[in-house]
Structures are given as structure tokens and as C-alpha cells.
């Protein structure tokens, strides 16, 4: 049992321990948790610092990315000089030196259906640091299949939600959502955006539930998806149950172990892609391939494609007559998502000599020194 008995203790944490909910008992629950931040990005970064502030005993930092100048604008654990370098390792450090009494575990590596359950059976809760679907179930899965809470939260431009899943009596994830969407469908922050404080609010909020878990105080999101607006300043609560039929947590479960989540439409459909350090190859081998740029007008701002056909996604059924059937296109927006569900409409509506640009404009902008983008 942790000892908090210690001077330097009394007055680091002097503030928690005059709260009635918290006091002496609060503060050693606090320093006895466990608690794994699954990504260290936008909601990682509040998340990690409020619970090592807050002298959480243990924290785990799973996160296999480094540090990428476009992550300043809402990543507020690293700075400038750390660019390049380990996030789950500048985590820690940054931690340890906030507060030295508490055990950081960095974990440099992909969090994936091979480390899932094990690494959330290490800790009591688990918080939902990621940015993608197919992270997001899995978090969930493993939260589920292992008993441990799973503090919920995703940012996307003004819009937050925070929830907690995994909770006894409470709902999943996929009591919400059954079945992960088509990723193309999906904007990630990295194509669509996000407004930096966005990520500390839901962030903070995040570590509000994942401190009332530890504690048992309070009313936990459990059974309530939070709705955040941060544009017109509105907060909307939907009740959430648990779904019998939930393929997870329902009372006949279809899933019993964790999958990484499907994240490309079967072979058969695919429209061939080709890697950014071929394209420049293949544009010379075929001169009468053109590029379409599928990108919205407002994000050409961060790097505009001389000589590509400018078609944004949303536009493409209404302006497809503008292509020709019979050429032969490059589909390219920043990441690749986007491209890769309007090649598809396109190879659907007869188009046959189609390419995909793999990783998108962002991808080629990294080997290209003539191309430049943000
Ligand atoms: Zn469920």
C-alpha cells in the first residue's frame, strides 16, 4: 500500500487532499491506479499531463509515432526541439519530470490485436487516446473482453465526443456503433482538420472520468455520450445502453477475441494503387495520364498540384462527364483516403485505367523536393 504519509506528498497534493471526495483515502486510490493512455497525440497529451499532475501511480504511454512539426498546433507535451523524436519516450520524460513520484511506462509500438489485451490487463482503466476507427475498436475490444473501462474521446474540426465504455452494466462502443464505417468515409484530423483546444477539451474531460473511476465518485459518463460543439459553444448528452444484441458486450457475443479491424475494401475491388516514389515513374512511362486532385478548393492552400485536374471529391458524380472514360488518371487528395473512394466511383462508372495514390500529396510532398505541401 503507497504511503503518502510524506511531507513533500501532503504539499504536492494539498489541493486534492482538501476536497472531501478526494482527501488522504482519494489521493492513495490515485497512487495505487493503473491507467494506460492508448495514443499520445491531441488527447494523449492533456490526458498524460492532468493524470501524472494528479499523481496517478502508474501510468502507461502506448504510442509507436514520432513527434511531427504538424503536431504542435494541439500536442502540448512536446515542443519544437522534440520534433522527430519518440512520443511514447518524450512522453514519459516530460512526465517524470512534472512528477517524479509516479512510474511511466513508455511503449514505443504499435498498439494492435497482437499487444491489445495484454497491455489493457496491466492497468485499471484504459483511456482512448487514437485517431483512427480501426484503433478505436480495438480499444474497445480489448476494454471489453478484459473487464477494464475504456475513457472514450475523439476530436474532429469543431466537434468532441467523450464517453466511457466498458463500465459494468454500462454500454460498448459497438453498442453505438456495431461495425467500423468504410475508412474512405472517414475524414481523419490529418484530412479534414481540427481546432487544437478542441483536443484539450475533450482531453481534460477524458481525465476527469478516467480519475472519477479510479476514486468512485461522482456520475461517470457510463450509458451517456457526451456532444461537444466548440464552434457554437453547445454541450448535448445522448443516452447510450448496452445492446443484448451487441456482437461484444451483448448476451450472445458474436466476438470473442480482438481482430485488427478491416480497413481496405477486398482485393477484387481495389483500384491499383501506386506508392508516391513511383509516381513521378509512371506520369513519365505514360504521358497522357493525368492527375485528378481530389481535394477540397480550401486545403490546395497547403500545396497546389501544377497541371492536375482540380475535381473535388464531392463534386466528382456531378462533373464526371469532364473525364474521359478511356484516359488514364491518377486519383490523388491528401492522405489517400478520399482518393481511394473516388477512384472507386470512377473504376464503378466505367472508368478502367485507374491508379490510387498511395499515402496521397502529403506522401509524394516528402520524397518530391519541387512539390511542396503542409
Ligand atoms: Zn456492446
Sequence with gaps: MPSLAGRA???????HLLIPEVGLAGQEKLAAARVLC?????????????????????????????????????????????VGASKARTAAERLQALNPQIALDPIPVRFDAANARELVRLYDVVVDGTDTFGSRYLVNDACVLEGKPDVYGS???????????????????????PEPPPEHLVPSCAEGGVLGVLAGIIGT?????????????????????LLVDALDARVREVRVARDPHCPLCGDAPSIRDVTEAPTAPPAA??????????????????????????RDPHERILGSVP????????????????LDTAGTYVVACRVGAKSRW?????????????????????????????????
Aim: charged share 20%.
Design 205 to 225: 474531460w477524458q481525465a476527469a472520468e478516467a480519475l472519477k473511476l479510479i476514486l468512485a465518485i461522482g456520475t461517470s459518463l457510463t450509458g451517456r455520450l
Design 307 to 322: 497541371g492536375a485536374i482540380e475535381l473535388p471529391a464531392g463534386e466528382l458524380e456531378a462533373r464526371m462527364h469532364e
Design 342 to 374: 473516388a477512384a472507386e466511383r470512377l473504376r464503378d462508372a466505367g472508368f478502367a485505367k485507374l491508379h490510387h495514390l498511395d499515402g496521397g500529396l502529403l506522401a509524394y510532398a516528402a520524397l518530391t523536393a519541387s512539390f511542396e505541401m503542409f
Design 38 to 82: 492508448v495514443g499520445a497525440g491531441g488527447l494523449g497529451s492533456p490526458v498524460l499531463a492532468y493524470l501524472a499532475a494528479a499523481g496517478v501511480g502508474r501510468i502507461g504511454i502506448v504510442d509507436d509515432d514520432t513527434v511531427d512539426i504538424t503536431n504542435l498546433q494541439r500536442q502540448i507535451l512536446y515542443g519544437t526541439a522534440d
Design 155 to 177: 476530436i474532429f474540426r469543431f466537434d468532441g465526443q467523450v464517453s466511457v465504455f466498458g463500465a459494468p452494466g454500462g454500454p460498448c462502443y459497438r453498442c453505438l456503433y
Design 269 to 294: 475491388r481495389r483500384v491499383p494503387s501506386v506508392a508516391a516514389a513511383d509516381l513521378d515513374a509512371l506520369l513519365a512511362a505514360q504521358p497522357a495520364a493525368r492527375l485528378i486532385d481530389v
Design 9 to 15: 506528498e501532503l504539499r504536492r497534493y494539498s489541493r
